[in-house]
């Protein structure tokens, strides 16, 4: 039966080369080795099960099947990727170095996701040109063409950053520094990003004897790679998103994060007044501004947020007397990030005499400031093409509720009041956990 297990192995480590997308053919054989070692440890706990358990014949004579179905779930099905962005979603490439060289390759990113991580090889001779490329996306997969080999660098990009030019340069074979080079077609010599925050370039550092091709990078977001590649990038050719018609995110759905409910009380002014003989009304008031702000943020896609709009229902900070917790409103149309400014009044006025000597006034609001995780289904629309595909990230929301005014007699005990106040807050606590965890 070991004997079937290991047969059944073999077959699944084969179909690596079919059932699944890979960038190259290395990538092919690592995919399959992965396969047979997951199939030979599946394969080992199979034989050591059968012999802790020779009493079990029924579970031996399935034992098979039960062990070939078990390694097809735990190890095939979870390495199925997700459906990679539509080609139609995306512009026609633009590329440079040579059609003839090293093998064709395709790197393209899973539907939401964008290149987080761009790190290119070059090189270690006078020559510089490009011997290979790594794209990590935001999900986490990593993807690699040509050789990691030589000297790199590596561009990360922050969220909200967005490429907004690409020149790529190729060395041709009749150049004097090519001359000496095994192969005499055009490779890949270097690539210059300009972003809305910086510029990065990486390859041959002199290109004075080069040849430039612009890139047309529509929205901006990069989303894969095509070319042609060996020990050298022979050909390369970036691929980005269309500019983007429409994004939304709907079917919005939150979860709370662990151990953060975000409620604080703050004092915006305190204030006295003292009767000095002659009987007056005393007017605590005042005004200021806060900032109210709402960030969606993504997991898998950075400069996707920056023209996304999300219909969800945005938490708003309820307060009931002293009570005070979180509640839902109604749902409506947000963008990625949204701030605006609130305006925060109080007035309050207390009659002084001889009944009230001393009075001690103060304002405060109850502040908010939350992040939830936040799941739901994006649709991405250029031209007559659309996606739609799952998404999710984290919202971080900043909210302020009331202001609440308290004059109290100087004579009253301050600390039992201040006791008092800590405690309400505690309790609102309380009561704030049990909401969300119900």
């Not at 001359?179 to 990486?202: L, M, V």
Request: charged share 15%; proline share 3%; glycine share 8%.
């Amino acid at each position: 039966m070991a004997v079937v297990d290991a047969l059944f192995a073999a077959i699944v480590a084969a179909s690596a080369f079919i059932a699944l997308p890979v960038t190259s053919f290395l990538s092919s054989v690592i995919l399959a080795a992965e396969f047979s070692l997951a199939a030979l440890v599946a394969t080992s706990f199979h034989l050591v099960a059968l012999l802790a358990t020779p009493s079990l014949g029924c579970c031996a004579r399935f034992s098979t099947p039960c062990t070939s179905i078990l390694f097809f779930l735990v190890v095939l099905v979870p390495s199925v990727r997700a459906d990679p962005w539509s080609r139609d979603l995306c512009v026609r490439p633009t590329g440079i170095g040579s059609s003839n060289g090293g093998e064709p390759f395709t790197i393209l990113g899973n539907a939401g996701t964008s290149v987080s991580t761009l790190r290119l090889y070059r090189n270690n001779g006078a020559l510089g040109y490009l011997r290979g490329v790594v794209a990590v996306f935001s999900d986490g997969t990593e993807m690699v063409a040509g050789v990691r080999k030589d000297q790199y660098s590596e561009l990360t990009f922050d969220e909200g950053e967005f490429i907004t030019g690409m020149t790529l340069w190729s060395v041709a074979p009749l150049s004097r520094k090519f001359r000496k080079a095994k192969s005499k077609t055009p490779r890949a010599a270097r690539i210059d990003i300009t972003t809305n925050q910086r510029s990065w370039g990486y390859g041959v550092d002199n290109t004075s004897k080069l040849s430039s091709k612009a890139v047309n990078v529509a929205s901006g977001i990069l989303v894969g790679f095509q070319g042609r590649a060996g020990d050298d990038m022979d050909q390369l050719a970036p691929i980005f998103l269309r500019k983007v018609d429409e994004s939304v995110v709907d079917d919005v759905v939150f979860e709370r994060l662990p151990g953060n409910d975000g409620l604080e009380l703050e004092t915006l002014k305190e204030g006295t007044a003292v009767w000095k003989g002659t009987n007056y009304s005393y007017t605590f008031s005042g005004s200021t501004t806060r900032e109210i702000s709402t960030t969606f943020s993504s997991e898998t896609s950075y400069g996707l947020s920056l023209s996304t709009t999300f219909t969800a229902s945005l938490p708003r900070v309820l307060q009931s007397g002293i009570g005070v917790g979180w509640t839902f409103g109604a749902s409506s149309s947000q963008d990625y990030h949204k701030g605006r400014s609130t305006q925060l009044s109080w007035s309050s006025t207390v009659e002084m005499s001889s009944d009230m000597p001393a009075v001690s006034c103060s304002a405060m609001v109850w502040r908010g400031q939350v992040r939830l995780r936040w799941s739901g289904t994006q649709t991405v629309t250029a031209g007559d093409a659309s996606l739609s595909f799952p998404t999710s990230g984290t919202l971080t929301h900043v909210d302020y509720g009331k202001v609440e005014t308290v004059c109290r007699p100087v004579g009253a005990s301050v600390e039992n009041e201040e006791d008092s106040s800590s405690s309400s807050s505690s309790s609102s606590s309380v009561k704030l956990a049990k909401r969300w965890a119900g």
